[in-house]
Protein backbone atom coordinates (compact mmCIF):
# COMPACT_ATOMS: atom_id res chain seq x y z
CA UNK A 1 0.00 0.00 0.00
CA UNK A 2 2.51 2.36 0.83
CA UNK A 3 4.07 2.19 -2.98
CA UNK A 4 0.27 2.91 -4.10
CA UNK A 5 0.01 5.90 -1.97
CA UNK A 6 2.96 7.33 -3.06
CA UNK A 7 1.79 6.58 -6.58
CA UNK A 8 -1.43 8.68 -5.98
CA UNK A 9 0.19 11.56 -4.17
CA UNK A 10 2.18 12.22 -6.68
CA UNK A 11 -0.78 12.62 -8.69
CA UNK A 12 -0.85 9.47 -10.40
CA UNK A 13 -3.92 7.13 -11.16
CA UNK A 14 -4.75 3.91 -11.41
CA UNK A 15 -6.10 1.37 -14.21
CA UNK A 16 -8.79 -0.64 -13.95
CA UNK A 17 -7.21 -3.51 -13.19
CA UNK A 18 -5.43 -1.59 -10.97
CA UNK A 19 -8.07 -0.47 -9.03
CA UNK A 20 -10.39 -3.95 -9.40
CA UNK A 21 -7.24 -5.77 -7.48
CA UNK A 22 -6.54 -3.02 -4.62
CA UNK A 23 -10.22 -3.08 -3.86
CA UNK A 24 -10.36 -6.91 -3.70
CA UNK A 25 -7.61 -6.66 -1.44
CA UNK A 26 -9.10 -3.98 0.62
CA UNK A 27 -12.26 -6.19 1.47
CA UNK A 28 -10.25 -9.07 1.84
CA UNK A 29 -8.27 -7.21 4.45
CA UNK A 30 -5.26 -7.21 3.63
CA UNK A 31 -4.16 -4.16 4.37
CA UNK A 32 -4.94 -2.12 8.12
CA UNK A 33 -7.71 0.79 8.77
CA UNK A 34 -5.06 3.52 8.81
CA UNK A 35 -3.98 2.72 5.37
CA UNK A 36 -7.30 2.03 3.67
CA UNK A 37 -8.38 5.67 5.47
CA UNK A 38 -5.48 7.23 3.83
CA UNK A 39 -6.18 5.57 0.43
CA UNK A 40 -9.75 6.87 0.46
CA UNK A 41 -9.08 10.00 1.04
CA UNK A 42 -6.49 10.59 -1.66
CA UNK A 43 -10.01 10.54 -3.62
CA UNK A 44 -11.47 13.62 -1.70
CA UNK A 45 -8.59 15.30 -2.34
CA UNK A 46 -8.21 14.38 -6.42
CA UNK A 47 -11.25 12.84 -7.23
CA UNK A 48 -11.83 9.94 -9.26
CA UNK A 49 -11.08 8.69 -13.03
CA UNK A 50 -13.30 6.48 -14.88
CA UNK A 51 -10.86 3.90 -15.17
CA UNK A 52 -10.38 3.91 -11.44
CA UNK A 53 -14.49 3.86 -11.07
CA UNK A 54 -15.13 1.60 -13.50
CA UNK A 55 -12.13 -1.02 -11.45
CA UNK A 56 -13.94 -0.37 -8.61
CA UNK A 57 -17.17 -1.21 -9.74
CA UNK A 58 -16.36 -4.78 -11.21
CA UNK A 59 -14.68 -5.47 -8.09
CA UNK A 60 -17.60 -5.25 -6.25
CA UNK A 61 -19.85 -6.72 -8.82
CA UNK A 62 -17.72 -9.64 -8.69
CA UNK A 63 -17.95 -10.24 -4.68
CA UNK A 64 -21.36 -9.50 -4.53
CA UNK A 65 -24.40 -12.04 -4.01
CA UNK A 66 -26.09 -10.87 -6.96
CA UNK A 67 -30.10 -11.25 -7.90
CA UNK A 68 -30.89 -13.02 -11.34
CA UNK A 69 -34.16 -10.99 -12.68
CA UNK A 70 -33.52 -12.81 -15.67
CA UNK A 71 -35.08 -10.78 -19.02
CA UNK A 72 -37.22 -8.40 -16.24
CA UNK A 73 -36.90 -4.57 -16.88
CA UNK A 74 -36.36 -3.16 -13.52
CA UNK A 75 -35.04 0.32 -12.32
CA UNK A 76 -33.59 1.69 -9.44
CA UNK A 77 -33.87 5.21 -8.07
CA UNK A 78 -31.30 6.46 -6.27
CA UNK A 79 -28.53 9.24 -5.31
CA UNK A 80 -25.45 8.96 -4.20
CA UNK A 81 -26.01 10.88 -1.13
CA UNK A 82 -23.33 13.92 -0.05
CA UNK A 83 -25.04 16.54 -1.53
CA UNK A 84 -25.14 18.06 2.34
CA UNK A 85 -28.84 19.68 1.70
CA UNK A 86 -30.49 17.20 4.04
CA UNK A 87 -33.68 16.57 2.34
CA UNK A 88 -35.93 14.13 2.89
CA UNK A 89 -35.86 10.28 1.36
CA UNK A 90 -36.52 11.47 -2.40
CA UNK A 91 -35.57 8.74 -3.89
CA UNK A 92 -37.30 6.12 -1.77
CA UNK A 93 -40.25 7.80 -2.29
CA UNK A 94 -40.20 7.61 -6.09
CA UNK A 95 -39.44 3.89 -5.96
CA UNK A 96 -42.97 3.75 -4.34
CA UNK A 97 -44.39 5.48 -6.63
CA UNK A 98 -42.74 4.70 -9.69
CA UNK A 99 -43.70 0.93 -8.74
CA UNK A 100 -47.67 2.10 -7.93
CA UNK A 101 -47.39 3.08 -11.77
CA UNK A 102 -46.73 -0.36 -12.24
CA UNK A 103 -42.75 -0.46 -13.08
CA UNK A 104 -40.25 -2.74 -11.76
CA UNK A 105 -38.39 -1.45 -8.96
CA UNK A 106 -34.96 -2.68 -7.78
CA UNK A 107 -34.46 -0.46 -4.77
CA UNK A 108 -30.66 -0.85 -3.66
CA UNK A 109 -29.59 1.29 -0.43
CA UNK A 110 -28.09 1.75 2.70
CA UNK A 111 -28.25 3.28 6.33
CA UNK A 112 -27.04 6.70 5.96
CA UNK A 113 -23.09 7.50 6.73
CA UNK A 114 -22.73 10.97 5.64
CA UNK A 115 -26.54 12.27 5.24
CA UNK A 116 -29.41 12.55 8.31
CA UNK A 117 -31.27 9.46 7.62
CA UNK A 118 -30.62 6.77 4.87
CA UNK A 119 -32.77 4.72 2.67
CA UNK A 120 -32.32 1.80 4.97
CA UNK A 121 -32.72 3.44 7.89
CA UNK A 122 -36.02 4.79 7.04
CA UNK A 123 -37.40 1.91 5.47
CA UNK A 124 -36.38 -0.16 8.80
CA UNK A 125 -38.43 2.48 10.50
CA UNK A 126 -41.63 1.70 8.79
CA UNK A 127 -41.08 -1.97 9.72
CA UNK A 128 -39.53 -3.59 6.62
CA UNK A 129 -37.35 -6.78 7.14
CA UNK A 130 -34.61 -6.96 5.05
CA UNK A 131 -33.48 -10.08 3.08
CA UNK A 132 -31.30 -11.49 0.81
CA UNK A 133 -33.31 -14.92 0.15
CA UNK A 134 -33.23 -14.32 -4.19
CA UNK A 135 -36.68 -16.20 -4.43
CA UNK A 136 -38.13 -14.03 -1.79
CA UNK A 137 -37.20 -10.69 -3.63
CA UNK A 138 -38.34 -12.33 -7.02
CA UNK A 139 -41.46 -12.93 -5.54
CA UNK A 140 -41.90 -9.12 -4.11
CA UNK A 141 -40.72 -7.99 -7.31
CA UNK A 142 -43.51 -10.15 -9.38
CA UNK A 143 -46.16 -9.46 -6.84
CA UNK A 144 -45.37 -6.26 -5.44
CA UNK A 145 -43.46 -4.20 -8.08
CA UNK A 146 -40.95 -3.74 -5.52
CA UNK A 147 -38.17 -5.13 -3.49
CA UNK A 148 -35.52 -3.74 -1.54
CA UNK A 149 -32.14 -4.76 -1.47
CA UNK A 150 -30.07 -3.44 1.58
CA UNK A 151 -26.19 -2.99 0.62
CA UNK A 152 -24.55 -5.18 3.35
CA UNK A 153 -26.64 -8.23 2.62
CA UNK A 154 -25.49 -7.96 -0.73
CA UNK A 155 -21.69 -6.81 -0.41
CA UNK A 156 -20.76 -8.58 2.46
CA UNK A 157 -16.60 -8.23 1.62
CA UNK A 158 -17.23 -4.34 2.34
CA UNK A 159 -18.22 -5.39 6.02
CA UNK A 160 -14.50 -3.83 7.32
CA UNK A 161 -14.66 -0.65 5.43
CA UNK A 162 -17.92 0.02 6.93
CA UNK A 163 -16.80 1.58 10.66
CA UNK A 164 -13.98 3.27 8.29
CA UNK A 165 -16.63 5.43 6.38
CA UNK A 166 -18.86 6.02 9.23
CA UNK A 167 -15.76 7.28 11.38
CA UNK A 168 -14.87 9.40 8.64
CA UNK A 169 -18.31 10.53 8.38
CA UNK A 170 -17.78 12.71 4.78
CA UNK A 171 -18.40 11.43 1.34
CA UNK A 172 -15.93 9.42 -0.36
CA UNK A 173 -16.03 7.04 -3.39
CA UNK A 174 -17.79 4.56 -1.76
CA UNK A 175 -20.83 6.66 -1.85
CA UNK A 176 -20.01 7.45 -5.79
CA UNK A 177 -19.99 3.21 -5.91
CA UNK A 178 -23.63 2.66 -4.13
CA UNK A 179 -25.73 3.18 -7.69
CA UNK A 180 -23.46 1.80 -9.71
CA UNK A 181 -23.21 -1.68 -7.78
CA UNK A 182 -27.02 -2.62 -7.71
CA UNK A 183 -26.66 -6.43 -6.85
CA UNK A 184 -30.00 -7.12 -9.08
CA UNK A 185 -28.17 -5.04 -12.28
CA UNK A 186 -31.29 -3.39 -13.56
CA UNK A 187 -31.72 -2.40 -16.84
CA UNK A 188 -32.91 1.30 -16.17
CA UNK A 189 -31.68 3.68 -13.34
CA UNK A 190 -32.69 7.31 -12.41
CA UNK A 191 -29.44 8.24 -10.07
CA UNK A 192 -28.99 11.64 -8.58
CA UNK A 193 -25.14 12.75 -8.20
CA UNK A 194 -23.46 15.82 -5.64
CA UNK A 195 -21.46 16.67 -8.98
CA UNK A 196 -20.90 17.34 -12.60
CA UNK A 197 -17.86 15.42 -12.82
CA UNK A 198 -19.79 12.32 -11.22
CA UNK A 199 -22.45 12.99 -14.19
CA UNK A 200 -19.69 12.49 -16.79
CA UNK A 201 -18.19 8.76 -15.18
CA UNK A 202 -21.36 7.86 -14.70
CA UNK A 203 -22.56 8.07 -18.42
CA UNK A 204 -19.25 6.37 -19.75
CA UNK A 205 -19.81 3.29 -17.38
CA UNK A 206 -23.67 3.20 -18.16
CA UNK A 207 -23.01 3.63 -22.05
CA UNK A 208 -20.27 0.52 -21.13
CA UNK A 209 -23.22 -1.62 -19.58
CA UNK A 210 -25.87 -0.88 -21.86
CA UNK A 211 -28.91 0.63 -19.59
CA UNK A 212 -31.40 2.67 -20.33
CA UNK A 213 -30.72 6.04 -17.70
CA UNK A 214 -30.91 9.63 -16.38
CA UNK A 215 -28.34 11.05 -14.46
CA UNK A 216 -29.09 14.12 -12.51
CA UNK A 217 -27.51 17.14 -10.65
CA UNK A 218 -29.12 20.08 -9.47
CA UNK A 219 -26.88 22.98 -10.13
CA UNK A 220 -27.35 24.32 -6.55
CA UNK A 221 -25.63 21.03 -5.23
CA UNK A 222 -28.68 18.45 -5.13
CA UNK A 223 -28.43 15.36 -6.09
CA UNK A 224 -31.90 14.89 -7.22
CA UNK A 225 -34.45 16.83 -8.88
CA UNK A 226 -35.57 19.80 -5.79
CA UNK A 227 -37.32 22.60 -8.11
CA UNK A 228 -35.17 24.99 -6.61
CA UNK A 229 -33.28 25.41 -9.30
CA UNK A 230 -32.43 23.70 -12.90
CA UNK A 231 -31.62 20.47 -12.78
CA UNK A 232 -28.88 19.20 -15.29
CA UNK A 233 -29.46 16.29 -17.44
CA UNK A 234 -27.68 13.12 -19.01
CA UNK A 235 -30.09 10.68 -20.44
CA UNK A 236 -29.71 7.80 -23.29
CA UNK A 237 -32.63 8.97 -24.63
CA UNK A 238 -32.47 12.57 -24.74
CA UNK A 239 -28.82 13.64 -23.78
CA UNK A 240 -27.69 16.78 -22.23
CA UNK A 241 -30.13 19.02 -21.94
CA UNK A 242 -31.50 21.22 -18.64
CA UNK A 243 -34.83 20.93 -16.88
CA UNK A 244 -36.49 23.54 -14.37
CA UNK A 245 -39.44 23.30 -12.73
CA UNK A 246 -41.96 25.00 -15.83
CA UNK A 247 -40.87 21.63 -17.77
CA UNK A 248 -43.08 19.40 -15.37
CA UNK A 249 -45.73 22.31 -15.36
CA UNK A 250 -44.69 22.85 -11.14
CA UNK A 251 -44.09 25.41 -9.27
CA UNK A 252 -40.48 26.44 -8.27
CA UNK A 253 -39.63 25.91 -4.18
CA UNK A 254 -37.02 27.71 -1.51
CA UNK A 255 -34.37 24.89 -0.04
CA UNK A 256 -35.74 24.51 2.51
CA UNK A 257 -39.05 23.90 1.73
CA UNK A 258 -38.31 20.77 1.05
CA UNK A 259 -35.85 20.39 4.24
CA UNK A 260 -35.83 16.82 6.00
CA UNK A 261 -35.96 17.52 9.15
CA UNK A 262 -33.09 16.22 12.18
CA UNK A 263 -34.15 12.52 12.90
CA UNK A 264 -35.34 9.20 11.71
CA UNK A 265 -38.75 9.99 12.93
CA UNK A 266 -39.41 13.13 11.20
CA UNK A 267 -38.13 11.24 8.01
CA UNK A 268 -40.36 8.40 8.87
CA UNK A 269 -43.42 10.94 9.32
CA UNK A 270 -42.24 12.69 6.17
CA UNK A 271 -42.52 9.41 3.79
CA UNK A 272 -45.90 8.35 5.50
CA UNK A 273 -47.41 11.65 4.73
CA UNK A 274 -46.37 12.16 1.29
CA UNK A 275 -47.70 8.48 0.50
CA UNK A 276 -51.20 9.48 2.59
CA UNK A 277 -51.57 12.48 0.47
CA UNK A 278 -51.18 14.73 3.64
CA UNK A 279 -47.43 16.13 2.74
CA UNK A 280 -47.13 19.59 1.89
CA UNK A 281 -47.12 20.56 -2.02
CA UNK A 282 -43.50 21.20 -2.04
CA UNK A 283 -42.61 17.72 -0.69
CA UNK A 284 -45.32 15.89 -2.82
CA UNK A 285 -43.94 18.11 -6.04
CA UNK A 286 -40.44 16.80 -5.48
CA UNK A 287 -41.49 13.84 -5.29
CA UNK A 288 -43.65 13.84 -8.60
CA UNK A 289 -40.83 15.30 -10.60
CA UNK A 290 -38.32 12.42 -9.70
CA UNK A 291 -40.69 9.89 -10.26
CA UNK A 292 -41.91 11.31 -13.40
CA UNK A 293 -38.38 11.26 -14.81
CA UNK A 294 -37.49 7.85 -13.70
CA UNK A 295 -40.54 6.27 -15.44
CA UNK A 296 -39.67 8.48 -18.36
CA UNK A 297 -36.41 6.05 -18.57
CA UNK A 298 -38.98 3.54 -19.74
CA UNK A 299 -39.60 5.67 -22.71
CA UNK A 300 -38.44 5.38 -26.71
CA UNK A 301 -39.38 9.12 -26.95
CA UNK A 302 -39.04 10.97 -23.73
CA UNK A 303 -42.72 12.33 -22.70
CA UNK A 304 -42.71 13.98 -18.99
CA UNK A 305 -45.74 15.37 -18.73
CA UNK A 306 -47.44 11.46 -19.70
CA UNK A 307 -44.89 10.50 -17.25
CA UNK A 308 -45.61 12.80 -14.91
CA UNK A 309 -49.21 11.89 -15.22
CA UNK A 310 -48.77 8.18 -14.19
CA UNK A 311 -46.79 9.47 -10.93
CA UNK A 312 -49.42 11.01 -10.08
CA UNK A 313 -51.90 8.93 -10.63
CA UNK A 314 -49.97 6.31 -8.64
CA UNK A 315 -49.76 8.61 -5.71
CA UNK A 316 -53.40 9.91 -5.49
CA UNK A 317 -54.71 6.65 -5.86
CA UNK A 318 -53.26 5.27 -3.44
CA UNK A 319 -51.34 2.81 -5.39
CA UNK A 320 -47.83 4.08 -4.28
CA UNK A 321 -48.73 3.63 -0.53
CA UNK A 322 -50.39 0.00 -1.17
CA UNK A 323 -46.63 -0.96 -2.13
CA UNK A 324 -45.26 0.35 0.87
CA UNK A 325 -47.94 -1.46 2.71
CA UNK A 326 -47.43 -4.51 1.25
CA UNK A 327 -43.18 -4.26 1.76
CA UNK A 328 -43.72 -3.94 5.04
CA UNK A 329 -46.31 -7.21 5.68
Avoid: W
Avoid at 64 to 76: A, H, L
Avoid at 175 to 184: F, K, Q, R, S, T
Avoid at 316 to 328: E, F, K, P, W
Amino acid sequence: MKKILTHLTNHGALTSAQAHDILTKITKEEYNPSQIAAFITVFLMRGVSVEELSGFRSALMDLCIKVDTGNMQTIDVCGTGGDGKNTFNISTLSAFVVAGAGYKVTKHGNKSVSSQCGSSDVLLSLGIKFSNNTQQLLNQLETNNFCYLHAPLFHPALKSVGPIRRDLGIKTFFNMLGPLVNPAEPSHQLVGVFSLNLMRLYSFIFDQLGHKYAIIHGLDGYDEISLTDETKVISSNKGTHLLNADDFGLPGYRQQDIFGGTSIHEAKEILLNVLKNEATQAQRDVVLANSALAIDCFKEDSNLEESLFEARESLDSGRAMNVLTNAIA
